[in-house]
């Protein structure tokens, strides 16, 4: 039997799938599968749908799991995602998802995104989204920080120095990389700048059609972790890495437009008044918060970030042209009519994020809600008669789990497993032995 060649390195293509908690697993492929994939899609263990943060397995959710033996599921991968690598000898690269597999099509965070988008569509509406991030960097690398043990990683700056331009010259070479090696990969950013704290930046990403949105949020992540290690920099997109310093955002940036393109949350409503096209589709999000705010806030992370004076929000609010509230209003220029979602973290999966903030808006605009308080003027922590947000995974995971409404959006098959995978996490945090408890009792108790 005639053996076929091998084929040569730079005939792989890189496949990638991003899993529950929004990391990226992939493969490369050679270009005799790739070809075969690309018309009938390929295998992918449906172990990555199983495993946690650590690649432990979860004990109880019922898509996959040790009962099921871990089959391959259906991968298909989207033509319209294909680009290259330009940090990588511009290897080709595409994003596949679940679509056409029986089973984890109710699972897949980028298959569900599509199904919501669909739901919007149905309803007359085109949405745009674009996320922005915030996130530390350090001088560290996965063999240098696990000798650490994870204690005082080095940033590459010191200091609080927000919209610093000589921070940003310091380590121009690595932003400039990161600016130029994302627009060659198909994510172009609109504004990069410091934020306040040690080796802290913020990317705006260009606005885009929703699915398109999610997939440069997601690889803009992965993308910056993959430059930083060629510059030996570890950046982190933990939700609050440091409790002297301010957390890390993954705001989300929305608006509806029709079917021509027009921006319906500008039709007449001037600088500080809302059409009721918007106040419905605001009063979605603010509704469905609470039953869903781990698809927001996914770690026991999250909610150290989620407290009064912190930039984040710790209660359903909104406000125009406010940071201290959950939804933040930009109308000044009717063209960019716009609404801020500020309850995510830089280490919310954005295909569910964004998922929970078109579906909830959708809610909104189909039962006619209603805004349930007015909107804040000043400083929305001195508030407490507002519905607070659950402070802790915990709690925001039991609100979901017992929601009718939560199923009603996403599904049963979505909510059980999400919700398994939340408490899952609680579970190893709760049997962890902290840093903070040794230093507190070890001695002294």
Known sequence: ??????????????????????LQRGKYINSRKLAKSLEEGFGFCNVIFGWDVTDACYDEVAATGWHTAFPDALATIDLTSKRSVPWDGDKTFYLADFSNDPVMQHICPRTLLKK??????????????????????????????????????????????????????????????IINYCDGFGIPIEGFHTET?????????????????????????NSVKEV????????????????????????????????????????GAAYGQLNQLQENYLAGILYCLPHILPMYAPTINSYKRLVPGSWAPTSVSWGFENRTTALRIINRNPENARVEMRVPGADA?????????????????????????????????????????????????????????????????????????????????????????????????
């Open 197 to 221: 704290g040690s080796g802290v930046y913020e990317a705006c990403i260009v606005y885009s059609d929703t699915l398109e949105a999610a997939d440069k949020a997601a690889l803009f992540k």
């Open 349 to 445: 999966n954005p295909y569910l994020s964004i998922s929970a903030c078109l579906a909830s808006g959708m809610y909104g605009i189909k039962n006619n809600l209603k805004l349930p308080i007015a909107a804040t003027n000043g400083n929305e922590y001195e508030h407490a008669e507002h519905q607070q947000l659950a402070t802790n995974l915990k709690d925001a995971t039991h609100l979901m789990a017992h929601s009718a409404l939560a199923k009603e959006l996403f599904g049963e098959p979505f909510v059980h497993h999400f919700v398994k995978t939340r408490e899952w996490e609680v579970r190893q945090f709760e049997s962890a032995v902290t840093n903070f408890e040794l230093k507190r009792y070890f001695e002294i108790i």
């Open 1 to 22: 039997m005639d053996q076929k060649p091998p084929v040569p390195f730079d005939d792989f293509a890189r496949v990638a799938v991003y899993d529950i908690d929004g």
């Open 228 to 267: 930083g290690a060629k510059h030996g920099i570890m950046p982190s997109f933990m939700a609050k890495w440091n409790q002297n310093f301010p957390g890390c955002s993954g705001h989300i940036h929305q608006h509806l437009e029709d079917l021509a393109g027009n921006n319906l949350f500008s039709d």
């Open 116 to 177: 919501i988008i669909h739901q919007a569509d149905e309803m007359g509406y085109k949405a745009k989204f674009a996320k922005e991030y915030e996130w530390f960097n350090f001088t560290e690398d996965s063999k240098s920080l696990h000798q650490k043990n994870y204690q005082n990683p080095e940033p590459i700056t010191q200091g609080m120095f927000g919209y610093s331009l000589l921070r940003l010259s310091q380590n121009s070479a690595f932003i400039e990389d």
